[in-house]
């Protein structure tokens, strides 16, 4: 019985080294690999071909000189920012009004940007407690700070 399975063993050692030979030393071209390889294989199209197809995908094709020239003039003229026109406005404080009320009022002139931002400013810097009635004269150029502090003298 020992002599049978050391036969056996034996021989699926000599079965496995033949195998791994055939599996290095076989040539890896066979059909498929061909057909496949053949389908892989790729085309450089053409500058015009590629420029075609760029222009029919609504994308701008420049020569090397003509996006020179384009950085250069964006170069030397800087994009200077647009001055927003100052805006003026005479809030008239009366009893009776909120912080939201005035905030509100002041987003409708064009003062401030954001209403609840401008309130919530007045009531952590608890000057909606001190608002004191009157006509103020602002502008959009004046920050939170100076807005509360004219309005709370």
């Given at each position: 019985?020992?002599?049978?399975?050391?036969?056996?063993?034996?021989?699926?050692l000599l079965a496995g080294i033949c195998m791994l030979a055939f599996h290095f030393t076989e040539n890896p071209k066979t059909e498929e690999t061909a057909t496949a390889s053949?389908?892989?294989?790729?085309?450089?199209?053409?500058?015009?071909?590629?420029?075609k197809e760029l222009e029919e995908n609504d994308y701008h094709v420049l020569t090397k000189k003509d996006y020179d020239q384009?950085?250069?003039?964006?170069?030397?003229?800087?994009?200077?920012?647009?001055?927003?026109?100052?805006?003026t406005f005479t809030l008239k404080l009366e009893t009776g009004m909120t912080s939201e009320?005035?905030?509100?009022?002041?987003?409708?002139?064009?003062?401030?940007?954001?209403?609840?931002a401008f309130r919530t400013y007045l009531d952590i810097t608890e000057a909606s407690e001190s608002l004191q009635v009157g006509n103020y004269q602002l502008s959009s150029d004046m920050g939170y700070d100076d807005i509360a502090k004219l309005m709370t003298k």
């Open positions: 019985m020992k002599q049978v399975i050391r036969g056996f063993a034996t021989a699926l053949a389908a892989v294989e790729t085309v450089k199209p053409s500058i015009d071909n590629m420029k384009l950085k250069d003039a964006q170069e030397k003229t800087p994009e200077q920012p647009e001055k927003e026109e100052q805006k009320d005035v905030a509100s009022a002041l987003q409708k002139a064009s003062i401030i940007e954001d209403a609840s």
